[in-house]
């Protein structure tokens, strides 16, 4: 039933390390975002796919790599992870054009240490 | 750069008070404003949202007023209950279409106290 699910829920690793988030979407949406939250709840987009094409490409380092592999996933995978790294990660989806509303995954908090 | 600055930060309100949570943008060109609030351990939801072209929108406890020449929008919650203690965030969307690109405020932490 769950609308947009990512996993995992917790991410603990070392400095370094390189890993995967997986997010995906059963509203039929064509469009999905992954979005970063720090620790004072700012919320910024990073990335942005309509039918598997990237549409929005914030300044973020290229250490950090969208794929999605149909338009209901989109994973991110970060490589060589720093401690600036840690926050909160979001997935969201959408339709596309005109108001439509962004729905919003619960999250992947990443801790680096 | 901060397109949309939100304020304030924190909020404590009496239960059955006023809530209001306040928004000013930079850019005119953003066209579609949603509020989106946050509990702990969830990711954001939609609230409410306006357009430019109304100057209010209310939808039960909820009230977006929107200012377009003072650049500036604010949430309202009447009768704030406990259940209303979350994060608030409002956001701004630009004209574009296929620009789905939604520019936060910095939030507002809403502590409703019995």
């Known amino acids: 039933d769950t609308a947009v699910s990512q996993t995992p829920k917790y991410l603990v690793t070392q400095m370094g390390n390189d890993k995967s988030i997986k997010c995906e979407q059963n509203?039929?949406?064509?469009?999905m975002y992954w979005y970063k939250q720090d620790s004072k709840k700012f919320l910024k987009i990073m990335f942005s796919?309509?039918?598997?094409?990237?549409?929005i490409n914030e300044t973020v380092p290229n250490r950090f790599s969208p794929k999605s592999p149909d338009k209901a996933h989109l994973n991110l995978h970060i490589n060589s992870l720093e401690l600036g790294d840690s926050a909160v990660y979001f997935c969201?989806?959408?339709?596309?054009?005109?108001?439509?509303?962004?729905?919003f995954g619960d999250g992947t908090r990443l801790s680096i240490l | 750069q901060q397109q949309v600055k939100q304020s304030p930060q924190s909020l404590i309100v009496q239960k059955g008070g006023i809530s209001i949570i306040n928004c000013a943008y930079e850019?005119?060109?953003?066209?579609?404003f949603p509020w989106y609030q946050q509990f702990p351990g969830k990711g954001p939801a939609l609230l409410i949202a306006?357009?430019?072209?109304?100057s209010e929108k209310k939808e039960g406890r909820f009230t977006i007023s929107f200012n377009k020449s003072a650049k500036q929008f604010s949430l309202h919650i009447m009768d704030s209950q406990p259940g209303d203690s979350a994060t608030y965030f409002c956001?701004?969307?630009?004209?574009?279409?296929?620009?789905?690109?939604?520019?936060f405020g910095t939030g507002t932490r809403l502590t409703i106290i019995p």
């Open positions: 969201a989806s959408s339709r596309r054009g005109g108001d439509q509303p962004q729905h």
């Open positions: 509203l039929g949406h064509d469009t």
């Open positions: 796919y309509n039918n598997k094409e990237l549409i």
């Open positions: 850019n005119t060109a953003f066209d579609y």
């Open positions: 306006i357009r430019p072209d109304v």
């Open positions: 956001a701004a969307k630009g004209p574009n279409f296929g620009n789905e690109k939604l520019t």
